[in-house]
């Protein structure tokens, strides 16, 4: 797909109207009240959701012969939320701050970045709606799933190295059906530099995203929520798509990561789908990320210091039982295989997890446990590959 088909699928999805969103949380305001503290000004004219949400992990990674090699024992998110609307419903805004340090994405950019989402959506009817802000890119699944409806404790691998994440941008979102077919659209034009960021450079990034969901849609927006805690009647599926291209990014993971030494074109392309049915969840992503340059950079003054694209594809999969009594089983597999091209510095990254969930309130209120393998494999001698195993116990409590 050229550049120029990618912008025009993405002004169609911005520029049409008569639609409908049924989207995850994430990409639109709280205003019903269902979560959360609920205000109304005495007017009507303002309303206003506050809601915060806490994880506290304990994580032990060991080495084969089952010595604690680290321990990673924190706060791992800590959020607040806040959304409403406007003078009426069809003005909302969602505005989300985060205060636990690896939730600022300190270590890459040496700030704390507290603000997280700030946008202002304009709803057209109910079946279009326009964002204008800072939010999550249309991209894959399991990255707008909001953390917080997650099933194991954190996102995958292959999230971490392949996600769109956040941006600054216009966003549209638009639902309809085609008989029993229905579908969501969405596209984001945006700055391709992540979050608050002081300055942008003059390339773009356009996304857009197709869902379909041809047994109708699920129970309180089960397509973006991990686990079947609704225990759906029918079988329910959902097939996701799309593809993103980042003009001029600077840095090695497209929205984030650390700086690289010059500009680089970054194409990528995602797939997903998630089947439900009376307590089963199967869920799988694929990922991958492209350059059409040298994925290696270096800086001009000192030709040692390099930083690269993170190139190559990732496969996730997630299976779960939940029980009537909200005792769930969960498993996953996720694979992150590295472009021929860097293979020299990147390895071939696998996790294997099983973990045990119980939900108090469903996902606002939930304590986990996991144990896990993880195995690095190298391409390059000169790098030893490494194995190790997990154990991680979280709490989350939000309201």
């Not at 691998?157 to 979102?173: E, I, K, P």
């Given at each position: 797909?050229?550049?120029?088909?990618?912008?025009?699928?993405?002004?169609?999805?911005?520029?049409?109207?008569?639609?409908?969103?049924?989207t995850?949380?994430?990409?639109?305001?709280?205003?019903?009240?269902?979560?959360?503290?609920?205000?109304?000004?005495?007017?009507?004219?303002?309303?206003?959701?506050?809601?915060?949400?806490?994880?506290?992990?304990?994580?032990?990674?060991?080495?084969?012969?089952?010595?604690?090699?680290?321990?990673?024992?924190?706060?791992?998110?800590?959020?607040?939320?806040?959304d409403?609307?406007?003078?009426?419903?069809?003005?909302?805004?969602?505005?989300?701050?985060?205060?636990?340090?690896?939730?600022?994405?300190?270590?890459?950019?040496?700030?704390?970045?507290?603000?997280?989402?700030?946008?202002?959506?304009?709803?057209?009817?109910?079946?279009?709606?326009?964002?204008?802000?800072?939010?999550?890119?249309?991209?894959?699944?399991?990255?707008?799933?909001?953390?917080?409806?997650?099933?194991?404790?954190?996102?995958?691998?292959?999230?971490?190295?392949?996600?769109?994440?956040?941006?600054?941008?216009?966003?549209?979102?638009?639902?309809?059906?085609?008989?029993?077919?229905?579908?969501?659209?969405?596209?984001?034009?945006?700055?391709?530099?992540?979050?608050?960021q002081?300055?942008?450079?003059?390339?773009?990034e356009?996304t857009?995203?197709?869902?379909?969901?041809p047994?109708?849609?699920?129970?309180?927006?089960g397509?973006?929520?991990?686990?079947?805690?609704?225990?759906?009647?029918?079988?329910?599926?959902?097939?996701?798509?799309?593809?993103?291209?980042?003009?001029?990014?600077?840095?090695?993971?497209?929205?984030?990561?650390?700086?690289?030494?010059?500009?680089?074109?970054?194409?990528?392309v995602?797939?997903?789908?998630?089947?439900?049915?009376?307590?089963?969840?199967?869920?799988?992503?694929?990922?991958?990320?492209?350059?059409?340059?040298?994925?290696?950079?270096?800086?001009e003054?000192?030709?040692?210091?390099?930083?690269?694209?993170?190139?190559?594809?990732?496969?996730?999969?997630?299976?779960?039982?939940?029980?009537?009594?909200?005792?769930?089983?969960?498993?996953?597999?996720?694979?992150?295989?590295?472009?021929?091209?860097?293979?020299?510095a990147?390895?071939?990254d696998?996790?294997?997890?099983?973990?045990?969930?119980?939900?108090?309130?469903?996902?606002?209120?939930?304590?986990?446990?996991?144990?896990?393998?993880?195995?690095?494999?190298?391409?390059?001698?000169?790098?030893?590959?490494?194995?190790?195993?997990?154990?991680?116990?979280?709490?989350?409590?939000?309201?």
């Amino acid at each position: 797909m050229t550049k120029q088909t990618l912008l025009f699928i993405v002004l169609i999805f911005i520029s049409f109207t008569g639609l409908f969103a049924q989207t995850e949380v994430d990409e639109r305001a709280m205003i019903s009240y269902r979560k959360g503290l609920g205000f109304n000004a005495p007017d009507s004219l303002f309303g206003l959701n506050i809601r915060f949400r806490m994880q506290s992990r304990a994580g032990f990674n060991f080495d084969e012969d089952m010595n604690i090699e680290s321990i990673d024992a924190r706060v791992s998110r800590l959020r607040l939320r806040f959304d409403g609307y406007m003078m009426n419903e069809k003005l909302t805004y969602y505005i989300q701050l985060s205060f636990s340090r690896g939730d600022q994405d300190w270590d890459n950019t040496h700030v704390p970045n507290v603000v997280r989402d700030a946008m202002v959506y304009y709803h057209f009817n109910k079946k279009f709606y326009m964002g204008f802000g800072q939010g999550k890119l249309p991209g894959n699944r399991q990255r707008i799933i909001s953390s917080g409806q997650q099933q194991i404790y954190d996102r995958s691998n292959v999230n971490a190295n392949f996600t769109l994440d956040r941006d600054f941008g216009l966003f549209a979102y638009y639902s309809n059906k085609a008989g029993d077919l229905h579908y969501n659209l969405k596209g984001a034009i945006s700055t391709g530099d992540g979050r608050n960021q002081l300055t942008t450079d003059k390339g773009l990034e356009y996304t857009g995203r197709i869902e379909l969901l041809p047994f109708g849609k699920f129970q309180n927006d089960g397509d973006f929520s991990e686990g079947d805690l609704e225990f759906e009647a029918t079988p329910k599926l959902s097939l996701g798509g799309g593809v993103s291209f980042n003009e001029n990014a600077i840095r090695t993971r497209g929205t984030i990561g650390t700086e690289l030494y010059d500009n680089r074109d970054m194409k990528s392309v995602f797939a997903d789908m998630v089947l439900k049915y009376r307590g089963w969840a199967l869920s799988s992503e694929y990922i991958s990320r492209a350059t059409p340059e040298s994925a290696f950079t270096y800086n001009e003054l000192d030709s040692t210091q390099m930083a690269y694209v993170v190139t190559g594809n990732g496969i996730d999969t997630q299976i779960s039982y939940c029980f009537r009594n909200y005792w769930e089983i969960a498993a996953r597999y996720s694979v992150v295989t590295p472009a021929t091209e860097i293979r020299t510095a990147a390895m071939r990254d696998s996790f294997y997890i099983i973990g045990v969930n119980k939900y108090l309130r469903k996902h606002l209120t939930k304590f986990q446990g996991f144990v896990g393998y993880r195995t690095q494999e190298t391409y390059n001698k000169a790098i030893p590959g490494k194995n190790n195993y997990l154990l991680v116990l979280q709490v989350e409590l939000g309201i």
